[in-house]
């Protein structure tokens, strides 16, 4: 499906003309939470969403990668399609929009970046799901991963923390020191660059 924007099909939604607006959640995937599967879901699955006032953008929009176009450029021009794109949700009745990339939990998404994304959508109540794993099962998963890419790495987890080689060294410190792991220097970074929701 091409960026740009998407006729709107839903049935459901009712034009509206109230001052609200729409609510935006923005989905952040950590490693090995299912971000492909829900990416796709939503993809395949927009007009359903749209019947029940949940809109997801067509700016930047891939299969099973979610908004990474829109999200990983912050281009001045898509994040004026996607305004844009709001403002028709919001007039057409949609109570939510939904936006999804894995990339805003790595560390290079920082604070900057998240200003710049929430300045560009305006005066919205952004709400931030964050989908997290216990630890210990990411690095088990990885490291199996690793294998499975390549037999030569190193087969036995317990050399991950007694490394021998200088290769099992390296790889132990990307699977066990890789910041875009460490949950909570991600959620401190995110802390205070979102506007605060209004009080009910």
């Not at 109540?125 to 998963?141: D, G």
Request: aromatic share 6%; charged share 20%.
């Amino acid at each position: 499906m091409p960026a740009g924007n998407i006729p709107y099909h839903a049935t459901g939604a009712r034009r509206r003309d109230d001052g609200k607006t729409v609510q935006v959640v923005l989905h952040i995937g950590t490693d090995k939470t299912g971000s492909t599967s829900i990416q796709n879901t939503l993809f395949l699955n927009r007009d359903w969403l749209a019947d029940r006032s949940i809109y997801v953008p067509s700016t930047g929009l891939g299969e099973g990668n979610g908004h990474a176009t829109l999200l990983s450029r912050l281009d001045t021009a898509e994040l004026a399609s996607l305004a844009a794109e709001l403002e028709t949700a919001r007039a057409n009745g949609m109570a939510q929009a939904l936006l999804s990339w894995e990339g805003m939990a790595s560390f290079r998404f920082g604070r900057s970046k998240i200003r710049r994304l929430v300045a560009a959508l305006g005066a919205v109540e952004v709400r931030v799901l964050v989908y997290l794993r216990e630890q210990a099962q990411i690095i088990q998963s990885g490291h199996l991963q690793q294998v499975k890419r390549n037999p030569q790495c190193i087969a036995d987890i317990r050399s991950l923390v007694r490394p021998r080689t200088p290769l099992q060294q390296a790889a132990g410190a990307f699977i066990l020191r890789n910041p875009s792991r460490n949950y909570y220097r991600l959620l401190r970074g995110g802390s205070g660059s979102f506007p605060a929701p209004p009080s009910r």
